[in-house]
């Protein structure tokens, strides 16, 4: 059964910073893997896609690596502003035989001004 | 194009209603996802469909809830007997081809209440 997990939980740093939130994953066979974000009570916004044959995507200050083999993902926020304060959700296809994705509980980012 | 719509937004059922949700995929999508986020838990996978067709069910409770995506209109996620334990918010995503090399896109989700 894949399992995934981030960390960290919960991060709140000043804007203008660069930070990195973290993804693990029990099963590396998996096909892709998604970055989303959720605001609070709304829905999930897509941000990057890594197909398992990539090692990493780029859109804008979001660059989001994987390495499959060691069944991790780092996405990386440059320059942060307090527009990115919502919770990101790292989640992946494949591996443990469901064909939904599987989610983390996700990192809670909050960009003091 | 329009993104993947869901509604009613928000729903408050009692006890033992019934609670029916909509999804309308993105158009060109033929791959209907549904999801339900509880309180303090990340999204959970419930069932996979195409059209007309469950392909994958493996996250949807035996009992009391079942889906379809009939050849027209909306797909349906149908909870019978409504209890307390299934106020969550329910995401449907939406996805052009076969679930291994595309994105998926969600809806903003159907928040219910049971009373």
């Known amino acids: 059964k894949q399992e995934v997990t981030q960390i960290p939980a919960a991060l709140s740093v000043p804007e203008g910073e660069n930070l990195v939130l973290n993804c693990s994953f029990t099963?590396?066979?998996?096909?892709?893997l998604q970055w989303f974000r959720q605001d609070p009570g709304k829905g999930l916004t897509s941000l990057l896609l890594?197909?398992?044959?990539?090692r990493e995507q780029t859109s804008g200050r979001l660059n989001a690596s994987l390495d499959k083999s060691s069944g991790r993902s780092t996405l990386y926020i440059a320059a942060s502003q307090p527009g990115d304060s919502a919770t990101y959700l790292c989640a992946v296809r494949g591996g443990g035989g469901a064909d939904g994705l599987t989610f983390g509980k996700g990192t809670h980012l909050i960009i003091q001004p | 194009n329009a993104g993947v719509m869901q509604n009613p937004r928000h729903l408050v059922r009692r006890r033992g209603q019934e609670a029916r949700l909509r999804c309308s995929p993105m158009k060109g999508h033929s791959h209907v996802y549904w999801y339900r986020q509880l309180p303090e838990e990340g999204l959970k996978f419930m069932v996979y469909l195409q059209k007309e067709n469950i392909i994958d069910e493996s996250g949807m409770p035996k009992e009391r809830f079942s889906a379809e995506f009939p050849k027209e209109g909306p797909s349906i996620l149908r909870i019978q007997q409504v209890v307390r334990g299934d106020s969550a918010a329910y995401f449907c995503a939406s996805s052009p081809l076969a679930p291994t090399n595309t994105e998926a896109f969600f809806g903003q989700g159907t928040r219910l209440t049971v009373v």
């Open positions: 099963d590396s066979a998996i096909y892709n």
């Open positions: 890594i197909q398992s044959s990539q």
